[in-house]
Each structure stands twice: as C-alpha cells, then as structure tokens.
C-alpha cells in the first residue's frame, strides 16, 4: 500500500450541556465547549461547538503511511497525535471566557484501537468514521482514552461534502 490521503470524520452526539458541575477536587465550568485539538497546539481547536449542541461533526484530512516496517496502515496529519501504534486525536473540553477558552478536561479516540480491517478499507474508500456519545456515565463531558464501544469505527467512501 502506497501513501495515500484519507479523511477521519467524527460524528458527536448526546453533548452533556453548557455547564458542568462543580464536585470535590473540581471545580466545574460554564459556557463549555468541544473541539479537535491540534497536534502540538493546545491552545489551536478546531471548530469548537458549544455544549448543548444537538451533535457535532469534524473532518480531519490524513496522510496514511504505509511500508516493511510499520505493522499497519499509519495515520498522520496535523490533528493526530502520539507516535507510530499508538495514534489518538484530542477532543478538548474548554469553558468559555472574556480572555478566551480554557482546556479542563480531553478525550483521546484511541485510533490504535481501530481494527486494521477497517483502517484498510478506510484508506481504500477514502474515510474513516467515528461515532461517539460526549457524555459519561456521570452526565459530565467524556474523558480519558476512548476505545470500542465507546465509539464505533468504521469505513465508507469519502464522496463530496465527506
């Protein structure tokens, strides 16, 4: 398999709201939002959604790297993060502010949790999809690293608006 470019889309439902509350050892925030994290930019998100949204959906452009020495297909691109094996992409809780937003709480999708049938056929068909729930058992915004069944991955053809 050559390299090659395929696109990661992210479909969000069941956002826990605006607000999350306060508990011991946490503070809680307000006028929360969600968004991809940049690779190596934390403070650079993309297209942030507020949380009260019906859904959310975000488009990540990759380069998949293939070769002898890799075990499977590699994602890269510019809002993937971690190294070779151990690929995620941040999904950044921030609160609201006069100054801005302020990060409290990510979750990593665990793209190494993804089975290489699907990734392969995913670089065939030119996407990649997830499908998430951003709301923990708790009702606060989901966090921590994110593997089946949490999300469901699959593959499909990136056809126009993909």
Not at 50 to 67: F, H, I, S
Request: aromatic content about 6%; some cysteine.
């Amino acid at each position: 398999m050559a390299n090659t470019s395929v696109r990661i889309r992210i479909e969000a439902t069941d956002l826990p709201g605006r607000s999350c509350p306060g508990a011991p050892g946490f503070p809680g925030y307000d006028d929360i939002h969600v968004a991809v994290q940049r690779r190596g930019r934390p403070g650079e998100l993309l297209d942030p959604v507020a949380g009260d949204a019906a859904g959310a959906v975000w488009t990540l452009e990759c380069t998949v790297k293939a070769g002898p020495d890799l075990p499977g297909p590699d994602l890269l691109g510019p809002y993937v993060q971690g190294g070779p094996g151990a690929r995620f992409v941040y999904l950044s809780w921030v609160a609201g502010g006069a100054g801005g937003f302020t990060m409290f709480r990510r979750a990593k999708l665990m793209l190494a949790a993804v089975e290489r049938d699907t990734v392969e056929a995913a670089v065939r068909g030119g996407l990649l999809v997830a499908r998430l729930g951003l709301t923990d058992v708790k009702g606060h915004p989901l966090c921590a690293a994110v593997r089946p069944p949490l999300v469901t991955w699959s593959a499909g053809p990136a056809g126009p608006g993909a």
